[in-house]
């Protein structure tokens, strides 16, 4: 009964361990670039664009946490849920507070207009918080819970009658004699018992009522975790099908291997049995070859051997199958006899021969590890922040930490090298020497971005997120590795530019200084001077009030740069915390610009402006001309064509 039961536990242990090893294979998953608003582990929406601070992961977070607050309220008439117009988005209300908002940009996702998408998602909002609520209504759990204890009444049932049937059937099979079974007999040699069949009846039983067994605990464990809703989002039962059949060929490869280890004692009692009657020593004349002792103790050795070989068949053939059973290890018994049974001789021999090496590399192995692991946590506390060195940032903790391990491995490697088999070979030593050569020579331009990517990590130009301007290059960095560092350009165009390209180039950071400072977007026009120029500032920053992104706190400005022969130069500046919308704003900037001037009657005089002095009226403001002050007459070479004119008061 002991081993029987730690056979199950050991069942039940490896079972998990195949869960939560699928589970983690499956979860490598693919990069999301979209997050989802999850309620009740069901995904209502997704999201793609962050709200000022908010990123688009954190916000999804945050409308979940509010859904869920909405859906235990159950004083929220959800009729209530009202869509709200709002400057620049649409927001969801209950009760006078916000539950969400819906941006335009959220709205150009989805190809639709905000509010039609707000009304979308009120839907989808008052349509899961309905359900949820039946679902966890006193009247529904307690509907689970009766059946619940049905199931569980049932199972109970089950194992209760089988306790009483299938002893009853074990019975009737025991009594049966050699009158309703007979020996299987072959030309008169008898070659199954009646004892050995109704010993197999016996087996079969049991075997069947165990599979029996195991099947009605899978189904009352599906039906259960499928009818409460707190488990009803597992995804459980392609996993428990795995491990029950999993369970059900171990225990037959157990009841086999059981079976012929007694069959292979049973033939070793027959050779001894056998001696002398159908075992006779081997004679030529009157020299005995091969006595019957002998001949037992071989056939006794072949049986031994075959014992071995069928158990390795079996073996194989149960690791295949039980492998099949899971995703993740669908494909490994196809090769796993390749690599086990190719390399087995040499290693085996190589093994022997290298014992004593092995265990100064061990010793080697454990030092090691220990010195990494005490760098680890050395700069893993450095991370954290409760240990800080002086002009060491945080964020250099973990590439300094793999840079120290990496020559830590470097070090222990070349310690170890003169240990390993073969390295003293020539052959070894030619092959490392033809490597050495090989990498030198190819890997000049890798080992250059590598250390520039070293420095660039110390440097600390950018991180993951921000808008540089690297050369000629500008773009969001989206991934920085010791090779290379990737740029998403505002026209959705992956660069990947070399670590000592980056290096070697110019480098601005707009997004460094943009969320506490605000980053300055500037852009110039060129207007007349018959324009008083306090009138352009307050043109260029009503221009700059209308636009969307800028920020009020630090307020727009505006200088004049250049008093140039046709014109003046403006320059406005604006403050904005949105250094990946530049294009946009900008864009908006220049309408807004090229309207508020149309407005006030005021012309750009861009890119040239050019007048005429003889017969015109000089370009400045009207009240600044003198009352006496009349425009000159046309003339051509110095002479007056139209005659001179009178001067006032003449």
Not at 230 to 256: G, H, M, N, R
Not at 398 to 414: D, E, M, Q, S
Not at 608 to 631: C, L, W
Request: with cysteine.
């Amino acid at each position: 009964m002991k081993t029987g039961k730690n056979f199950l536990i050991i069942l039940l242990i490896f079972s998990l361990c195949l869960i939560c090893t699928n589970s983690q294979a499956q979860s490598n998953g693919n990069e999301i670039n979209k997050y989802p608003v999850v309620l009740d582990s069901d995904t209502l929406f997704f999201l793609h664009t962050g709200i000022g601070i908010f990123s688009a992961e954190r916000r999804a977070e945050e409308i979940g946490l509010k859904l869920k607050s909405v859906s235990e309220n159950n004083s929220l008439i959800l009729d209530s849920i009202k869509i709200t117009d709002r400057e620049g988005y649409f927001s969801l209300d209950a009760q006078n507070e916000i539950i969400m908002a819906v941006t335009i940009a959220d709205a150009e996702y989805a190809d639709t207009t905000a509010e039609d998408l707000a009304e979308i998602y009120r839907k989808i909002i008052v349509k899961k918080v309905t359900e949820m609520r039946e679902i966890y209504s006193e009247r529904s759990l307690i509907i689970k819970g009766v059946l619940s204890a049905v199931y569980l009444a049932g199972l109970i049932l089950f194992f209760w009658g089988a306790t009483y049937a299938f002893p009853w059937f074990y019975k009737i099979i025991r009594r049966l004699d050699k009158t309703k079974i007979k020996d299987v007999a072959l030309k008169g040699k008898e070659i199954f018992k009646s004892a050995t069949i109704v010993n197999s009846l016996l087996i079969l039983l049991k075997g069947f009522r165990f599979a029996f067994s195991l099947y009605a605990i899978y189904l009352f464990i599906v039906n259960t975790i499928q009818l409460w809703p707190y488990t009803s989002k597992w995804e459980i039962q392609p996993y428990l099908k795995s491990i029950s059949f999993f369970i059900f060929y171990t225990a037959l490869f157990f009841t086999i291997a059981k079976g012929i280890n007694a069959l292979t004692r049973l033939m070793a009692v027959k050779y001894r049995s056998w001696k002398e009657t159908k075992i006779k020593s081997v004679k030529i004349k009157s020299v005995e070859i091969l006595s019957a002792d002998r001949t037992i103790e071989t056939l006794t050795f072949i049986t031994k051997v075959s014992r071995f070989g069928i158990l390795a068949i079996l073996f194989y053939i149960y690791i295949t199958i039980a492998f099949s059973l899971f995703t993740f290890s669908e494909t490994w018994a196809a090769t796993l006899l390749s690599y086990i049974l190719t390399p087995l001789k040499s290693v085996i021999t190589s093994f022997l021969k290298f014992l004593p090496n092995l265990f100064f590399i061990i010793v080697l192995s454990f030092v090691f590890n220990y010195i990494i692991k005490f760098v680890k946590f050395i700069f893993i506390e450095i991370d954290k922040g409760t240990l800080e060195l002086p002009g060491f940032h945080r964020d250099w903790a973990i590439p300094t930490f793999k840079i120290i391990r990496f020559l830590i491995l470097v070090l222990a490697a070349i310690i170890i090298f003169p240990y390993l088999p073969g390295s003293d070979s020539p052959f070894f030593q030619g092959i490392s020497v033809f490597l050495g050569i090989l990498f030198s020579l190819g890997s000049s331009s890798a080992i250059a971005n590598m250390v520039s990517g070293i420095v660039l990590t110390y440097m600390r130009p950018f991180k993951i997120g921000d808008r540089v301007k690297i050369a000629e290059t500008m773009g969001d960095v989206i991934e920085k590795t010791l090779l290379v560092t990737r740029i998403r350009t505002p026209k959705n165009v992956d660069i990947t530019i070399p670590n000592a390209m980056v290096l070697g180039s110019h480098i601005i950071n707009f997004s460094s200084s943009a969320s506490d400072k605000g980053l300055i977007l500037h852009t110039t026009v060129t207007i007349g001077y018959d324009v008083p120029w306090d009138k352009v500032h307050a043109l260029l920053v009503s221009a700059a009030g209308e636009t969307d992104y800028t920020l009020a706190d630090p307020k727009p400005f505006v200088l004049q740069t250049s008093l140039d022969d046709f014109y003046v130069s403006y320059e406005l500046n604006i403050y904005t915390n949105e250094p990946g919308k530049m294009a946009s704003i900008y864009s908006q900037l220049h309408s807004k610009i090229q309207d508020k001037f149309n407005e006030a009657g005021v012309e750009i005089m861009s890119p040239h402006y050019s007048a005429m002095r003889d017969g015109n009226q000089v370009a400045i403001p009207s009240e600044f001309i003198p009352k006496t002050y009349e425009a000159p007459s046309f003339k051509l070479f110095g002479v007056n064509l139209f005659g001179s004119n009178k001067k006032s008061g003449e």
